[in-house]
Every structure is written in C-alpha cells, then in structure tokens.
C-alpha cells in the first residue's frame, strides 16, 4: 500500500461516523475502528458520549415527522455513542461504503451493516453506524458532535 501524506494544497475530506449505541454494546467500537483503520482513513477525532435529545434533534432534523423518527430518538438515547471524525481521500461516500445499506439484513457481506448487524424486530433499524452522506451534511454533523473543534 502507498502510504503518502496529503500535498499542502490537498482538501482534507472528513466524515462524522457514530458508533450507534448497540455497536458500542455489543463492544463492536474497536472493530468498527479498525475497518476504518485497515480501509487506509485517519481518525483524527474520538470522544464516547451520551446523546441528548437536542443534540439529536439537530442531528436528525431531516426525519422528523417519519414514522421511525422517535424511536430513532429513543435508541440513540439508550447508551453510549462512539462519535469518530475519520479523515482520507473520498472518506464520504468510502465510509459510507464501509458501512452498507442502512437496512442491515439487505446489507451486502463484506459491510460493517451486513458483516456485523441483523433485524431485531425492534421498530428501528439498529445497524450500528451512521455516517455523513455528503461532505456538507459532514461539516454540520462534526460541528454539532465536535462543537469547539474547529475542524
Ligand atoms: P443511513 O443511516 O443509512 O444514512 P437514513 O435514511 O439517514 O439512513 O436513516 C437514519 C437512520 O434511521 C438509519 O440509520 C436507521 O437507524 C433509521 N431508519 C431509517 N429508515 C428506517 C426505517 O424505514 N425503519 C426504521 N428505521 C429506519
């Protein structure tokens, strides 16, 4: 593997990943790191947290009113969240590879979602991990789990 640090004119592409609280209980953090990790992104942030409902409120705005949207509330609420900021060349739409469909029985094999999750019947889809899906839903997403970072 080629192993070379960004030119000084190169765009420093970052994404928010969360370990939902069910990879965090499952102890699935350090697994879910590595795989960023092995993939060739940086971390270049980490911090273990509680949610709090305004926090999320901000960070889900775009599904209020769906139907799974207080139930997505409520399990984001239910434990611990790992929130990384992982930094690489096309990290966006690359961690987002990583991760697989955001249903984690229709998730391909090879995906955190499809390696690593299944349907629990639960009214929420617990599939471990969200991340950014453009790179300015990634720049409003680190300001709110990262405020004061300056990233
Ligand atoms: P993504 O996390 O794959 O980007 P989004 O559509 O942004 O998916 O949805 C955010 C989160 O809301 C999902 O990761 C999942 O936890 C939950 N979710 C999305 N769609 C459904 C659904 O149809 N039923 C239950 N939960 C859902």
Do not use: C
């Not at 997505?72 to 590879?97: C, N, T, W, Y």
């Not at 599939?127 to 970072?149: K, Q, Y």
């Amino acid at each position: 593997m080629t192993d070379v640090a960004p030119a000084a004119t190169e765009t420093i592409e970052r994404t928010l990943v969360l370990v939902k609280p069910d990879g965090v209980r499952r102890g699935l953090s350090g697994e879910i790191l590595r795989r960023i990790e092995a993939k060739g992104y940086t971390l270049a942030a980490a911090h273990l947290l509680d949610a709090t409902p305004e926090l999320l409120a901000a960070h889900y705005a775009e599904h209020e009113g769906k139907p799974f949207y207080q139930p997505l509330v409520d399990f984001m609420l239910s434990g611990k969240i790992l929130a990384v900021v992982a930094e690489g060349q096309g990290v966006v739409p690359g961690f987002r590879s990583l991760a697989g469909a955001t249903n984690p029985t229709e998730a391909a094999p090879g995906t955190i979602r499809g390696d690593l999750g299944r349907d629990w019947g639960l009214k929420v889809q617990q599939n471990l991990v969200h991340g950014s899906d453009s790179d300015e839903s990634a720049a409003r997403e680190i300001a709110l789990w990262f405020p004061g970072l300056g990233l």
